[in-house]
């Protein structure tokens, strides 16, 4: 069955610095992945959907990249500050017309002054 | 207002009490999720629907039951809460396939 890895360990990084996120996935080939972020007692929101013939997708600080072949995606957001601090998850489709999606159990980022 | 809406945010309950949670929508959105989210284990869907006729498991649907009482609502229902039920859930709402999930701010759960 799918599996999605995002690393269980929070990454506490410094403020001003890129934070690096990763999203591994198996027995899968995602038409498009999607990252979320989530605050602590929210509901996850919306950040990019990034395609399978896209490398790379940018929104302001936010980058995304998809890599098919190694079945990875990084997420990168430059110049972090400590209101980036938050979970992120990554999200891949089921397929159908129902839109499911998988979720991975997300990483906790942390960005210290 | 939020375009989400779960009801209620907390609650805490007995075991063998019936529970049911309440999710409205303002998206005007034909798709409707309910998930659970334990610490380490991600967001697993328990139930899904595509409109008031379309009612379809998730996941992990044992011991759980919803409706679609409208486009804009879709309630879970806890028949018989049990302990391991304890958990926070979310309700999520989609347009077309290939689009982005909108979320509720969720219903914390706990069931002594």
């Known amino acids: 069955s799918q599996k999605i890895e995002q690393n269980s360990e929070a990454l506490n990084i410094q403020e001003g610095k890129t934070a690096t996120l990763t999203c591994n996935y198996t027995?899968?080939?995602?038409?498009?992945l999607q990252w979320y972020r989530q605050d602590p007692g929210r509901g996850p929101v919306f950040l990019l959907l990034?395609?399978?013939?896209?490398k790379e997708k940018r929104k302001e600080r936010l980058k995304v990249t998809f890599d098919t072949t190694l079945k990875q995606s990084l997420f990168h957001i430059t110049a972090s500050q400590p209101a980036d601090s938050a979970t992120y998850l990554c999200?891949?489709?089921?397929?159908?017309?129902?839109?499911?999606?998988?979720f991975g159990a997300g990483t906790r980022l942390a960005v210290h002054p | 207002d939020a375009d989400v809406t779960q009801t209620p945010r907390n609650r805490i309950t007995k075991t063998g009490k019936r529970i049911m949670l309440e999710c409205s929508q303002t998206k005007g959105h034909d798709r409707m999720y309910w998930y659970r989210q334990d610490p380490g284990l991600g967001l697993r869907l328990i139930y899904y629907s595509f409109d008031v006729k379309d009612i379809n498991k998730g996941e992990i649907s044992d011991g759980y039951s919803v409706s679609r009482q409208a486009q804009a609502k879709f309630s879970l229902s806890l028949e018989s809460a049990i302990p391991n039920q304890t958990a926070l859930y979310f309700c999520a709402t989609s347009d077309s396939a290939n689009q982005p999930q909108h979320f509720g701010d969720g219903t914390r759960l706990s069931i002594l």
């Open positions: 999200a891949l489709p089921l397929g159908g017309g129902y839109n499911k999606l998988i």
């Open positions: 027995n899968y080939s995602p038409a498009y």
């Open positions: 990034i395609r399978e013939n896209e």
